[in-house]
């Protein structure tokens, strides 16, 4: 396609996820070897705004596949919601002759592109690149393999604590509007129950399949909740259960070390290959999609897809969660 | 359906997987769900031709979801290669009424099965459980996720001193048959090389590219090696590096760790699903099928299919392995 | 010793820590060795009053080792802080002729033996089984390599995203009268700073300090924060810091999961040699004392002693601490 | 001391170690700290004879405390073993006017120094920097314990596919001539058998054990193996073995991976403080000494004595390895 990108932009945005300066390198790397010149942004739109960027070659990616944050630093520009802050980033972008953008973060970078396709008319490509799972149009994002172990090696330490001491653990993993790291780390953390945004928790059908889990003879229990569930934080569903039941649960917080680590295989091989794949994207001409993952292929979906629809979680995963929770 | 199984018996088979144990949880769990007798059988085909087996209940197994190996035991057993064996096993299946078997492993253990097929007529559904990830009908095997993690984790090690002494290292990962493990250990690793079984290997092309690479200015190198792949052995691999480069590789085979470990959260969770979903096949009265996940959805496919017929490695995967090694 | 010790029991009480199961398996190894027979004690002192014990023998303690939380359970009884409590378990032990004890906990499961002491007359020996390090009379208690370990990955996977936001996180790890988790993991973490109990905290030289960093051009900031430090915990830490400089930090509390986990070598050794000692003491009629160890060689402490004395910080440990941070 | 050094140089030499990356951030901070001016020199001995080094600041060495290899290279160098090396590389310490160096590593790095005396008139302090634990005049060296733990990661694997299969493992980790490792590892692998080359091995002996463990019950076994046992390298050991019992152990390798990683905590702690000590004592004019801890404080030992004595293995450990493996 005679007008696709010579000069590209790679920027990471929004919370950092592992596997981030994975999809920097494959898009560095392979926009090199498809002959692109490629330059990275520092700190997202921050950096379009401020004109903070730098050239990049073959060497100011090696050795970063295995770390984890970004490069690139990352950050939630409150500038960039402004259209005086859009169009300062517009102008640097011409001024540098960028002719396509890969923004590399979760549903906040994607509605930004959004917004930033009024002020700018290169080319922009989105990687899914968020810990939590919740954009459509890929089955799973970059950063999700990691912070779902991450929780569930948590899980297991919590797990030696609870059946030494014979105590009830409310765990909080991340999912301010998604249960998938709630659900995969529950299920695997062999979770007596999982707390999820997208299902209504009852607090006394709760209780009554806790205490029953006491009568069958359980000793321990761990109980997974995304931070979005319907009862609350952490800390209210805790007070909610000593309420109902009487017993006095533990509560951990995994928090931010989800974020970060070097990132798991899958991770690192999906970061891969979208990064590759939208930079051959972005050679065919393709512009305001989102590279992503679907059943093993590489598929572009239009961002405002992307970020308008929900991703559902797979029913008889739930199904699972509660059959083996016996 | 009318004839479908009451009592069903379990067990591993094979090379041991990570995520065995938590199959064998969800088998017993689900089988007693639904209110299905379930005995587990020790040693695979081995405990059934010696009459070894106990009756498993939710106690048997709780707390074993994150453990490495497997509570069952397994082997290679040469009896059951005989039709003395075979038969032996046909009799004590009878003798205890167990009228449905789940057997987890690989390749070997799905031939068996076909072989037991003319022996005993009670209900048959394998579970894909090997490091290899070579069986056809599922995405994944129960054990590759770890394994291929377990190989990132030594191949990043490895790393530090091969950049530290600026040494070229030849690593060998699992795999006789197929080069899943090594393919995405190699990509994630940032390799530049790797060598699988699917692909020949033209040691010129190989040491041209490798010398490229130095001349561009690399002084390090990872080169990771399936065990079948058609150069043979990673010391062999070595010896020709050494004749048509003169370079010293040190070579590293990361071997049997790669069974082993508490399984990642990619093989609990499919290790969960297949188990539940085999029972309830069992329950639905299917027969000589194999339980996999296909684009996430549970799936069967004849056990005969899933032996005989070779599942193929990603082709983009190849691609950006060669691309990103620039 | 003519009166030494033929029946033990040993159990762990308090907080769980990681190692206490490699300790069981070396008092109840050792013990078989040298003779004794040896009885395993359920829920610590909570057992011994409601006569919750097992014999060991080889096979009881077979693939512990490498487990965390312990075998035996343990609890902090209300029960055994009465009289009638001690009384009672004083009887079960004379009742089934235990004629010495082998107690693995912290500071107050040995405060629980000087009190026990006034209702039984049979040996006592403590095995420091803390992950707080705060017991006079040992260089290290089991359980503080693991839980400084789990620490320092926490702060490394934080420092990952500190340094993608360039953000300021204070990060919370136990100790509520002890700073050895904190100083260690803080100075292996590269923390600008660490907040211990045995150091009184000046906010605002802390506060100078942090924004001298800042102007140094630091983007990005660790600070470790010990349960028992001077200003309190940690979200008053981060109130303090944001009225002194106004720098908005993170909070992260990592909790529980610094009880659990496999053991580190570290720890692992450390119990296998304190176990095996403990039972050659007991064998060699010593009563009352702690096992512990001090520059590499087992030692005997009263039990009063360690107790009551208090464990120093390594001056030099501190000093490196404020060097490193420049 | 008014000869004290101005300007001092840092290297790592030999065999890459964990740990090596937070000694020369300590040495680096700690000098700048003190007001000496530092220089990185590049591939050890190697850099100092071509002239390659760099000067370090703050920065050279931030966010490099957790990272395994050495960001300085290392080598063994041929020519520095020659005459004419060792006057080129004090010909280049000369010209640069550097007149301390601190070098990092083990064995021969010190060796390097002795002779590296004749030719250079500078202070010399090293820092013993090596996984193999085998320098006199320190309870540790950096490496050593990540390099342990590390070992102990692998056995653990092991185990699950010793325990599932119920096979015998031979495990070869690093010591060509000390058991330090192995010894560890192998109490906390709990191994049947510990063969290190401090002890001679008798192999009927060792059978005899063996096969009376199975007798006894056991049906699978770990024996670690150092590289410089009385019976040789690993498959040596296994034929022998083989030989006497007719048992067809399988073997594994460790390996390479032993010196790469993250550093543990104690590796980094340990780094930390002989890095900041060993600058003072550049500034208080040491010279041709080794800094080392002992007993929990920083020590000096003449680098002579280092090298020529023999660190003894703590009789304590192999008691309780061999009562243990009952």
Redesign the interface.
């Known amino acids: 396609m005679a007008s696709a990108a010579k000069k590209i932009g790679v920027f990471?945005s929004g919370g950092?996820a592992?596997g981030?300066n994975?999809a920097i390198?494959?898009v560095v790397?392979?926009g090199?070897?498809y002959g692109l010149e490629v330059v990275g942004i520092i700190?997202g739109y921050e950096g379009m705004i401020n004109g903070n960027a730098q050239v990049m070659n073959?060497?100011s990616v090696s050795?970063i596949?295995?770390?984890?944050?970004?490069i690139l630093?990352?950050?939630r520009s409150t500038e960039f919601m402004t259209t005086e802050g859009r169009d300062k980033a517009a102008i640097f972008l011409k001024k540098e002759n960028i002719d396509g953008i890969i923004a590399i973060g979760g549903n906040g970078t994607l509605t930004g592109l959004l917004e930033f396709r009024k002020h700018w008319d290169g080319q922009m490509i989105a990687l899914p690149g968020t810990i939590d799972n919740d954009l459509y149009g890929t089955?799973y994002t970059i950063g999700f393999?990691t912070a779902?172990?991450?929780a569930?090696e948590?899980i297991?330490?919590?797990?030696?604590?609870a059946?030494?001491?014979?105590r009830v653990?409310l765990i909080e993993v991340m999912g301010r509007h998604a249960g998938f790291i709630a659900l995969?780390?529950g299920?695997?953390?062999?979770a007596e129950s999982i707390l999820i945004p997208e299902v209504d928790t009852e607090v006394n059908r709760c209780a009554t399949m806790f205490l029953d889990g006491f009568k069958?003879?359980k000793t321990s229990s761990i109980i997974v909740v995304a931070e979005g569930n319907s009862l609350g934080r952490v800390t209210n569903v805790a007070n909610r259960l000593k309420e109902t039941t009487g017993i006095d649960a533990?509560v951990?917080?995994i928090?931010?070390?989800q974020?970060?680590?070097?990132p798991?295989?899958?991770d690192?091989?999906l970061a891969?290959?979208l990064g590759?794949?939208a930079v051959e994207m972005m050679i065919e001409g393709q512009d305001n999609v989102m590279a992503g993952e679907i059943?093993?292929q590489?598929t572009l979906t239009s961002i405002d897809d992307a970020v308008n629809n929900r991703k559902l979680i797979?029913p008889?995963?739930l199904?699972?969660a509660s059959?083996?929770a016996?």
Chains 1, 2, 3, 4 share one sequence.
């Open positions: 990471t950092d592992p981030m994975a390198r494959a790397r392979s090199i070897y700190r073959l060497r050795n596949i295995q770390k984890g944050g970004t630093k990352t950050s089955d393999f779902v172990q991450t569930i948590a297991d330490k919590i797990r030696d604590t059946d030494a001491h014979e653990f995969d780390s299920i695997a953390g062999g069958k003879g533990k951990v917080i928090g931010h070390v974020r970060g680590g070097s798991m295989v899958g690192r091989v891969s290959k590759v794949y059943n093993g590489c797979d008889f995963k199904k699972i059959i083996l016996i």
